[in-house]
């Protein structure tokens, strides 16, 4: 009747630096989210801060974390998936950074931002 215990795992260098480099993307997600998120009731729309840090912090961080995926277990990453968001992710930014010395943008664009965010972070849960 002995009750056995196993060590708890513990994490290599490698997995810390992906768990901390997830944490740092979704973040950055959140930031461009959140700025999106607080006009929503405004009738100007601009591109503020938290958009432009947050879609570059998200970019970068989603990059240093596909390169750690590969160098830890390149067999099971979806290159598809990876190529989805790097994409979307890509548009983001480009549109995001082609706006962000305007006074206003429209509603459409705001919206196409909008939209590809919740795209992109659609594709990172359900894929």
Request: aromatic fraction near 6%; charged fraction near 10%.
């Amino acid at each position: 009747m002995g009750l056995t215990v196993s060590p708890p795992p513990t994490l290599t260098g490698m997995e810390i630096l992906r768990h901390a480099l997830l944490v740092v993307h979704i973040l950055g997600f959140a930031a461009l989210f959140g700025g999106l998120f607080v006009q929503l009731r405004e009738p100007t729309k601009v591109v503020n801060p938290a958009m432009r840090d947050g879609i570059g912090t998200a970019f970068v961080a989603g990059l240093a974390l596909v390169g750690v995926l590969e160098a830890t277990d390149p067999d099971h990453v979806n290159h598809a998936k990876i190529g989805v968001k790097l994409l979307v992710a890509l548009v983001i930014l480009v549109l995001v950074m082609m706006n962000v010395r305007k006074p206003s943008i429209s509603q459409g664009l705001w919206g196409a931002i909008l939209g590809l965010t919740l795209l992109n972070i659609c594709v990172a849960v359900f894929w």
